[in-house]
């Protein structure tokens, strides 16, 4: 997957906070294997996951002493990352490069948030009064996991034509399916607009919304669009009763994401949260199936996924011996987008022009050592 790397510099979602208790979470992040765990005032550290010691995973771990210990010798690191423990050394020192890396973390309405680059984030999480109030009441529902990139399922949040046919009678009148005008501002990162639209009347199973009406009720929603993966959508019906949904999608890797949403309402406050939440698990269910099935509309010719050592052309890069055990790698003329993996990261992302007749290369790092090349 090439990661842009703006999307590093960004703040996500990563769990929810009442998710990470005593014990490590494992999570990922833009194809980043992370362990989220608390400190015992309380903080959320997310630091990789990997003990650097024989790379195992510390989410498998456990937390000891403001420390989360590694599970197959015991390493501990403190929350900058530091190992500061070795049992098996009776030297009191231990050497400054035996750490893993750290990450950025915040908590905020109730999620965690980590943003992977060093440099500061691109923007910060949005501000949403309402899911900070007492006169509101939070429902957290989800977390929505997809088979998909996290664009698509924003994509499909803020897509009002599709209401009436794959939520009828939840969230649109198939007897009303015209999406009315609307207008897009762009202010900064954050896109503005505002519908008024047919809704759905309540349903039974469901009486989420504040529309009193049960014939022809249309609703006013407000969207902001926050780069890169999360929305603040506000309801109302035109009186004082009003919904905000805060939705963001978490990019766990380029086929996978989890919408987390977080409601508030300042009506129905006694209203048991499980309604919402199944509610939200209807919708979302009936979401995936249709974003999930059209995956392939979106992606491009898979290409190949090459493993070590296939001969490949690269523009500049380091020629090799072809060798008869290694079949060339046949792409018809054309340009082609490429990224090259060493230990399972990024190491480079470049274009590669092929044309008929080009000599083909073995891709080689500096040091000799053969990489892992995708093409896509
Ligand atoms: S692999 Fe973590 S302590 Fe050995
Ligand atoms: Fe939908």
Same mark, same amino acid.
């Given at each position: 997957?090439?990661?842009?790397?703006?999307?590093?510099?960004?703040?996500?979602?990563?769990?929810? *906070?009442?998710?990470?208790?005593?014990?490590?979470?494992?999570?990922?992040?833009?194809?980043?294997?992370?362990? #989220?765990?608390?400190?015992?005032? +309380?903080?959320?550290?997310?630091?990789?996951?990997?003990? %650097?010691?024989? *790379?195992?995973?510390?989410?498998?771990?456990?937390?000891a002493d403001d420390c989360i210990v590694c599970p197959y010798h015991a390493w501990r690191y403190?929350?900058?990352?530091?190992?500061?423990?070795?049992?098996? !050394?009776?030297?009191?020192?231990?050497?400054?490069?035996?750490?893993?890396?750290?990450?950025?973390?915040?908590?905020? /309405?109730?999620? %965690?948030?980590?943003?992977?680059?060093?440099?500061?984030?691109?923007?910060?999480?949005?501000?949403?009064? &309402?899911?900070?109030?007492?006169?509101?009441?939070?429902?957290?529902?989800?977390? =929505?996991?997809?088979?998909?990139?996290?664009?698509?399922?924003?994509?499909?949040?803020?897509?009002?034509?599709?209401?009436?046919?794959?939520?009828?009678? #939840?969230?649109?009148?198939?007897?009303?399916?015209?999406?009315?005008?609307?207008?897009?501002?762009?202010?900064?990162?954050?896109?503005? /607009?505002?519908?008024?639209?047919?809704?759905?009347?309540?349903?039974?199973?469901?009486?989420?919304?504040?529309?009193?009406?049960?014939?022809?009720?249309?609703?006013?929603?407000?969207?902001?669009?926050?780069?890169?993966?999360?929305?603040?959508?506000?309801?109302?019906?035109? *009186?004082?009763?009003?919904?905000?949904?805060?939705?963001?999608?978490?990019?766990?890797?380029?086929?996978?994401?989890?919408?987390?949403?977080?409601?508030?309402?300042?009506?129905?406050?006694?209203?048991?949260?499980?309604?919402?939440?199944? =509610?939200?698990?209807? %919708?979302?269910?009936?979401?995936?199936?249709?974003?999930?099935?059209?995956?392939? =509309?979106?992606? &491009?010719?898979k290409g190949q996924e090459l493993i070590s050592g296939r001969p490949i052309k690269i523009p500049?890069?380091?020629?090799?011996?072809?060798?008869?055990?290694?079949?060339?790698?046949?792409?018809?003329?054309?340009?082609?987008?490429? !990224?090259?993996?060493?230990? +399972?990261?990024?190491?480079?992302?470049?274009?590669?022009?092929?044309?008929?007749?080009?000599?083909?290369? #073995?891709?080689?790092?500096?040091?000799?050592?053969? #990489?892992?090349?995708?093409i896509y």
């Amino acid at each position: 997957m090439v990661i842009p790397e703006k999307l590093r510099r960004c703040w996500h979602p990563v769990a929810y *906070g009442h998710d990470v208790t005593g014990a490590p979470h494992a999570t990922r992040l833009l194809d980043e294997a992370l362990v #989220l765990w608390r400190s015992s005032d +309380g903080r959320a550290h997310a630091m990789r996951d990997l003990c %650097i010691h024989r *790379g195992t995973a510390l989410s498998l771990g456990w937390v000891a002493d403001d420390c989360i210990v590694c599970p197959y010798h015991a390493w501990r690191y403190d929350a900058t990352g530091a190992c500061v423990r070795i049992p098996q !050394s009776t030297h009191t020192t231990i050497p400054v490069k035996a750490r893993t890396p750290v990450y950025r973390c915040q908590e905020r /309405y109730g999620l %965690i948030w980590v943003c992977l680059a060093e440099a500061d984030p691109a923007y910060a999480v949005p501000e949403v009064p &309402e899911l900070e109030s007492e006169t509101w009441k939070v429902v957290k529902t989800g977390p =929505f996991a997809w088979a998909t990139d996290a664009s698509r399922q924003v994509e499909n949040f803020t897509d009002f034509g599709h209401f009436p046919w794959v939520h009828p009678g #939840l969230l649109g009148d198939p007897e009303r399916p015209v999406v009315p005008d609307h207008h897009v501002e762009t202010r900064g990162h954050v896109l503005h /607009y505002q519908v008024v639209r047919p809704e759905a009347a309540n349903s039974d199973d469901f009486p989420v919304f504040a529309n009193d009406q049960t014939e022809r009720p249309v609703r006013r929603s407000r969207y902001e669009l926050h780069l890169p993966y999360t929305i603040a959508l506000r309801l109302g019906w035109g *009186g004082d009763k009003g919904m905000v949904y805060f939705f963001a999608s978490q990019p766990v890797d380029e086929d996978h994401c989890a919408g987390y949403v977080t409601i508030a309402r300042n009506y129905d406050r006694e209203q048991p949260a499980s309604v919402l939440q199944d =509610f939200e698990d209807t %919708i979302f269910n009936q979401d995936r199936v249709v974003v999930e099935a059209s995956e392939h =509309f979106f992606k &491009e010719p898979k290409g190949q996924e090459l493993i070590s050592g296939r001969p490949i052309k690269i523009p500049g890069g380091a020629g090799g011996p072809q060798s008869p055990d290694r079949p060339m790698l046949e792409l018809p003329p054309g340009k082609y987008q490429y !990224s090259v993996r060493l230990a +399972g990261r990024n190491a480079r992302n470049d274009t590669v022009e092929v044309t008929a007749g080009d000599a083909w290369g #073995l891709m080689s790092a500096p040091s000799g050592e053969v #990489l892992a090349l995708q093409i896509y």
